[in-house]
């Protein structure tokens, strides 16, 4: 199988648009599972051009510091997310 252009996407906007209607499209009942699985390798495609761009990408010492806090702050988000699946009856740490 070939592999899908993706020269028309220059930008990392343009690449995650085109993977938001990419999500819609296989979403879609009436798509089917051959088109589904070429827009799977187009979206793969897409994924590795963004993860080179975002490595090229020089990022000034304040914008280092601020996705570090955001990072920070997403995953602090998170745990309390995740300590609350575990149910009242499940033991903690402690008790096991």
Known sequence: ????????????????????????????????????????DEAIALGSKAVDMVDRTDFTPEEEARLREQAKEAEDAAVPAEAGERGADAPTEEES
């Open 1 to 40: 199988m070939a592999k899908p252009d993706t020269a028309a996407y220059k930008t990392f906007d343009q690449i995650t648009g085109r993977l938001d209607q990419i999500v819609s499209q296989v979403r879609d009942k009436d798509t089917s599972l051959e088109r589904s699985l070429d827009l799977f």
